[in-house]
């Protein structure tokens, strides 16, 4: 029985984690109505779910604050430690998974409109390519949970392999993708927050909040996996950029 609630639990944060994710991938995109129901584009980014507010900009900085913040304390070994002396250690993937489902689904929920473009691109043929440029690093970091362990990154693997002592460990590997950059699934995040064929005000923020995230959470990120694997990271992390390629390891 404790097994099957624990596979339970994997699925459905597992199930809340992707479904999140589209939704956040579509509604920075402005393409929350694709599906053709209309109650769904107020959803969009640039378009309004909720009341005006006087100072949009607050909000949008507090959701962005609260998106980093979990994202990178609940990835801390020590919130970790603290975790797992509450919830079974095959929880604790899918418990982070689960809270980050949370918050993306409020940041869409609450995110407010801003006035003003940096640009607007009305050329079809280069929208198009913008586009495409956008949902390519989606791909880019969706490939690279696979050339890993997605269902490790996502948790399931732990929920489902309880009682397995190694279902939770780490192996450090380096394909495809990971022989470029160090860290391609944020690459892919990068690549898609600066696509678009429609930079307004609120868009920018957006883009600005997740790459800022980005510098300050690998920073704690690869600290811990040095601490982990110690000098074979080290001499990785000489060799191979973090996230822009062809840049030297040292420079970022």
């Known amino acids: 029985m404790t097994r099957l609630i624990s596979m ?6 597992y199930v809340l984690g992707v479904m999140s994710l589209v939704l956040f991938i579509l509604f920075a995109n402005n393409h929350m109505g694709i599906w053709g ?8 980014i640039d378009q309004h779910n909720n009341a005006p507010v006087d100072n949009p ?3 949008n900085l507090g959701l962005l604050t609260l998106f980093g913040l979990q994202h990178s304390v609940m990835a801390r ?18 418990t982070y998974v689960l809270a980050t489902a949370i918050v993306t689904m409020a940041l869409v929920q609450y995110w407010q409109p801003m006035p003003g473009s940096l640009w607007h691109v009305e050329n ?16 880019v970091t969706f490939l690279a949970t696979y050339m890993l362990n997605h269902f490790h990154l996502f948790g399931l693997q ?4 309880a009682d397995d002592p190694d279902a939770g460990s780490k192996e450090f590997k380096t394909p495809l993708f990971y022989k470029i950059v160090r860290h391609p699934i944020q690459t892919g ?13 609120g868009r ?15 920073r704690y990120e690869e600290r811990d996996l040095v601490a982990e694997f110690g000098d074979t990271y080290r001499d990785y992390k000489k060799r191979v950029p973090g996230v822009i390629p062809l840049l030297k390891g040292r420079r970022e």
């Open 204 to 218: 920018a923020v957006l883009a600005a909040g997740m790459l800022v995230y980005i510098m300050i959470g690998l």
């Open 189 to 201: 995040v990068v690549i898609a927050m600066l696509s678009t064929p429609d930079m307004t005000t």
């Open 124 to 139: 079809s043929g280069s929208r198009i390519i913008l586009t495409t440029l956008f949902y390519s690093g989606w791909a």
């Open 158 to 161: 732990q929920s489902f392999k």
């Open 77 to 94: 070994p020590s919130f970790k430690k603290k975790l797992t002396k509450i919830l079974p250690e095959s929880w604790e993937r899918s």
């Open 8 to 13: 339970l639990y994997g699925l459905v944060c």
């Open 37 to 44: 129901i209309e109650t769904l584009t107020s959803l969009n």
């Open 57 to 59: 900009f607050l909000i």
